[in-house]
């Protein structure tokens, strides 16, 4: 494989430039607005621990946390005494009814999420969790449930046995990070990694219906990485998520890790580096770079690697604290957005403590490719005042949300091309701990944000997990 190449030619990093106009919305577009909807509560006293900086019931790499689908909304926690629960409302309603999905909780790790996916072929919910590097757990419902919610009760008796495997397929027994995606056909893919922290390989598996099957991996954990510090020759892709647009292509953003601390310049940050994205037009089979160059091949011999040109979007070293599995979206257009965040050099060019200075001086940006085929890169002027991750949405118009930790949300309008990003809703009044979990299915079926945060807590005192809706432009 070839070196690398930068694709610095193409970013424009803008606060105040006209030229991110890419495109521009019809005059009578509305810009991004948010307007409080109401919160429902899921549970008065889920279970409540840090780790990792984060919630077991609250993390960014979580697909999905929340989803909705056909009128009803979905959404999966632990309880206080440790059981995986799923619980569905019709739209708009205000109680949840929910159901035990026979497994509890091993660790307090925030890793062992839960996520859902929907298999639209044949009407079932499925579920993933308790996983960190370990094995997992894999459950799913009877046949239909998803498609006649109204007709049929919701009762554990609609959900198998919780298995280790997919219908007997196995894995790996080094699985972390379970995201389920449909397929423009209605099948089902599940992407998830393979081995450990900078050590390890995405991979897919799919379910057509009727059985699962291992696609392999895609991305590689080999080659060599130098950077002004030293070397390092084993690494993991991290995913800032894997989503379908509407012309039924598949995006991916990511950061690598490298294994290596030798390549920062202090122990104390992340050895994250660089944003990179690469897309498929064949169901993830093969991987294309920018250019349209195919860098891999799931499940052969030749994977994505952090040797191939063309990947990077946004060059960053590991030297300013650059957060993993952030957020992305595609618009209406399918063109692929994202947001990713660090510590800008104006700050300084070495960060010690990446708790520490994300938190004082993290800011988050959106990167973007226009219609032209350009990326394009925004600062969001909201200080991070946090560690932890910030959620990306599109709505109805293209006009862009943040959804920072905290539950606050910035917006930034198409029509100014994202320049013009602004605070829209502080928080007040959550007491949400930190990082949030996104429905990113709803907005397209009633123009309405779902954020799911948890209350702030002590030690493993548990607390409130809510739901609050907010209305977008009509």
């Keep these: 494989m070839r070196r690398r190449t930068l694709l610095t030619g193409a970013i424009v990093t803008a606060m105040s430039t006209s030229a991110l106009t890419g495109g521009t919305a ?230 690598w890790r490298e294994q290596n601390g030798a390549v920062m310049c202090n122990g104390g940050g992340l050895t994250n580096h660089d944003t990179g994205y690469v897309y498929s037009d064949d169901r993830g089979r093969t991987w294309r770079n920018n250019a349209g160059t195919v860098v891999g091949t799931t499940g052969g011999s030749d994977r994505v690697a952090v040797t191939d040109p063309g990947l990077v979007v946004d060059p960053l070293n590991a030297d300013h604290s650059l957060m993993n599995q952030e957020s992305q979206f595609t618009d209406s257009a399918g063109l692929p957005h994202a947001i990713i965040s660090y510590v800008p050099g104006r700050f300084g060019q070495c960060t010690t403590n990446y708790v520490a200075n994300r938190t004082a001086s993290g800011r988050a940006f959106h990167v973007r490719k226009n219609a032209s085929g350009t990326w394009q890169k925004t600062e969001i002027p909201v200080p991070l005042n946090s560690s932890q991750r910030t959620k990306l949405v599109l709505d109805k118009y293209d006009n862009a949300y943040a959804i920072f930790p905290f539950g606050r949300i910035a917006g930034a309008s198409k029509a100014s091309g994202y320049t013009d990003w602004r605070l829209l809703y502080d928080g007040g009044g959550l007491n949400a701990f930190g990082e949030v979990v996104v429905d990113e299915t709803r907005i397209a079926q009633d123009n309405v944000l779902s954020v799911m945060y948890q209350e702030k807590s002590t030690g493993t005192t548990p607390s409130a997990l809510r739901v609050v809706d907010f209305r977008l432009p009509a």
Excluded: C
């Excluded at 997992?136 to 449930?145: D, E, I, N, R």
């Excluded at 498609?147 to 397929?169: C, E, I, K, V, Y």
């Excluded at 699962?212 to 060599?224: K, P």
């Design 26 to 255: 019809r005059a009578a577009d509305p810009g991004p607005s948010v307007t409080p909807a109401g919160t429902t509560t899921l549970d008065s006293q889920a279970i409540f621990f840090v780790s990792y900086d984060g919630l077991v019931n609250n993390n960014s790499f979580q697909k999905n946390g929340l989803l909705t689908y056909k009128g009803y909304q979905y959404a999966v926690w632990y309880t206080a005494d440790r059981n995986a629960v799923v619980g569905r409302r019709p739209l708009g309603a205000s109680t949840w009814s929910t159901v035990k999905a026979g497994r509890t909780l091993r660790y307090n790790d925030s890793h062992n999420v839960i996520s859902m996916g929907v298999s639209r072929i044949d009407g079932r919910l499925h579920l993933n969790m308790d996983s960190h590097s370990d094995g997992f757990t894999y459950v799913k419902s009877v046949a239909g449930l998803m498609d006649n919610p109204a007709g049929l009760s919701w009762t554990a008796s609609r959900f198998g046995a919780p298995q280790s495997t997919l219908d007997g397929l196995a894995l790996t027994s080094q699985f972390t990070y379970p995201q389920f995606v449909s397929t423009p056909e209605g099948r089902l893919q599940l992407s998830y990694r393979v081995a450990v922290s900078g050590n390890g390989r995405n991979a897919l598996a799919e379910y057509d219906g009727s059985t699962w099957t291992a696609l392999g991996e895609w991305s590689s954990s080999t080659g060599t990485y130098t950077s002004e510090h030293g070397s390092s020759t084993a690494r993991n892709m991290y995913l800032h998520g894997i989503d379908y647009d509407r012309n039924g292509r598949l995006h991916s953003f990511f950061t």
